[in-house]
């Protein structure tokens, strides 16, 4: 049973940066077929996919969603089971909770989007706050 722990989180003014970790347990990002991403849920609002990386195989994917693009990256640590959040220019609009998730598929990650219910394992999620 896999299981992803995210830290990171915190309160950051607009423009600021941050962040996020993800050590994930129980599962391995060495395999053929693996996707791991990052989600977000601001109150009110659906779960929506920021960003998700996938190897399926010889074929790799990074996909962010559009609303990131240009500020945020996904990191493979050094520590193979780690995955980071990069987070720049961020904007009171980023309030939400942030998710890690993980498909041992490999599915997820689409040229179209993200597609949250393929992810099979998904962590506790750790609160990010920009003030304006």
């Known amino acids: 049973q896999a299981q992803l722990v995210e830290s990171g989180g915190g309160l950051v003014q607009s423009g600021g940066s941050l962040t996020l970790s993800c050590e994930v347990s129980?599962?391995?990002?060495?395999?053929?077929?693996?996707?791991i991403g990052w989600f977000r849920q601001a109150p009110g609002k659906e779960r929506e996919g920021v960003v998700c990386?996938?190897?399926?195989?010889?074929?790799?994917?990074?996909v962010y969603g559009d609303s990131v693009k240009g500020r945020f990256t996904i990191i493979r640590g050094n520590a193979k089971n780690t995955v980071y959040l990069q987070m720049n220019s961020l904007k009171p609009e980023d309030t939400a909770v942030y998710y890690c998730a993980a498909a041992d598929s490999g599915y997820g990650c689409y040229d179209h989007g993200i597609n949250k219910y393929d992810f099979d394992y998904w962590g506790q999620g750790t609160q990010v706050t920009v003030s304006s």
């Open positions: 129980g599962f391995t990002l060495e395999l053929d077929y693996y996707a």
């Open positions: 990386m996938s190897s399926r195989v010889s074929s790799d994917r990074t």
